[in-house]
Every structure is written in C-alpha cells, then in structure tokens.
C-alpha cells in the first residue's frame, strides 16, 4: 500500500510503504490457525485448562501481529530509509546507499520470500527489507523510487546461492542452516554428556 506524495512530519516523508490488505489478511488468517491448532491439541491433551491456556496463547499471537503490523512500515526521506518494526526500527543514511540486489530467497522451511538488499559502496548489506507484508507492487515502487542501479537473479534462489552471486549478502548461517542445526544438535549433545559425567564423578 503505498503512498508517494509529500507527507510532512517532522521530515518530509517522499514515499512510504505500509503492510496490504491482502497480507495482513493473510497474516491473521495464519495466527488464528496456528493458535487453533495447537487449542485443539492442548484440549485434547488437558481438557478445559488446555483450552483456557490454548485460547490466552491464541489471543497473546494474535496481539502481536496486531502490534507488528499497526507498526510495520517502509519510509523514504530526503536523507535516511527507515524500516519500522514491531520493536525495532532501523535508519540508514541514503546518502550510503550504493546499489540494490532485488531476489525471491527460498528459506529452508517457510514460503519463497521477496527480499530487498540495500548495499553500501563496499557492498555490505545496509538494509535487508522482506517482503512479507508488502505487495511485489510495493517493492517494484520501492526500488525505483531508490533510483539506485538494481540486480539479482531471474529466479528463485536459495540464500547460499544467492551468496555465490552475491558475496557477503547473507550470513554464514543462512548460507549453511544444516551446518548450524549440527553444530546445535552436537553442542547439545556434548552438554548432555559432560553434565552425565559430572554427576557420574560426584556420585563416585
């Protein structure tokens, strides 16, 4: 949903970016079977305290991605981008922006996301912008709008092939999710069996 007239605030905003209907839509619908599903599954398992603790945590997903998407917004100034947030909100100088690298990423688990990658002149990712909450529209306006030379694959790619083209655009452990799972999983593991051998030898 964009706007791109002069809103004036303390600083004139040239265009700004806000969640569509279609994804907030989309983005209730999914809160609201989430939280059935696991209300159906603690009801199930626990009876009317399972309900009542399904159904709180149900209202408390919900009234996260109220807050999330009241606050989700895109806005370009004369002098900074700023990506508004639920908790956090992220500035950049404009005057840093060099380039942009515009791809679909393919997440390990999750739907293909549409991702704008701002990058300075050394190409270091100054703002990484998903798509989530924005319309393919929005984001098309939003890269023209930058004015900035723009690339990035003609297809949907993964994050470690994305860095192959793209060096330094994500992060080691979005280039390699199941090296991290293992390195997870194995320092688990020998959490587990240090702390056995420690009761072990107390226990001698």
């Known amino acids: 949903m964009p706007r791109d007239r002069p809103i004036w605030s303390a600083v004139m905003i040239e265009l700004e970016l806000l ?7 989309a983005a209730f619908i999914t809160a609201v079977v989430i939280g059935g599903l696991f209300t159906l599954g603690a009801t199930a398992g626990a009876g009317t305290p399972g309900l009542l603790i399904g159904l709180a945590i149900t209202a408390v997903l919900l009234g996260v991605m109220f807050v999330h998407l009241r606050q989700a917004r895109i806005e370009i100034t004369g002098s900074q981008l700023i990506v508004h947030g639920a908790l956090v909100t992220r500035r950049r100088e404009r005057s840093r922006a060099a380039s942009v690298v515009r791809a679909v990423v393919i997440p390990v688990r999750g739907p293909s996301t549409d991702t704008v990658f701002v990058r300075g002149t050394d190409d270091a990712v100054l703002l990484r912008i998903h798509g ?15 004015g900035l030379p723009a690339t990035g694959p003609d297809r949907p790619v993964t994050a470690a092939q ?10 080691w452990i979005e280039r390699h999710p199941f ?9 688990f593991m020998a959490l587990i069996v240090a702390a056995a051998a420690i009761v072990s030898a107390v226990n001698l």
């Open 19 to 25: 969640p569509s209907a279609g994804r907030r839509r």
């Open 132 to 146: 989530n909450n924005y319309d393919r529209d929005d984001l098309d306006r939003l890269v023209a709008h930058l």
């Open 162 to 171: 994305l860095a192959r083209q793209y060096p330094r655009i994500v992060p």
């Open 179 to 187: 090296k991290f799972a293992f390195a997870i999983a194995f320092g």
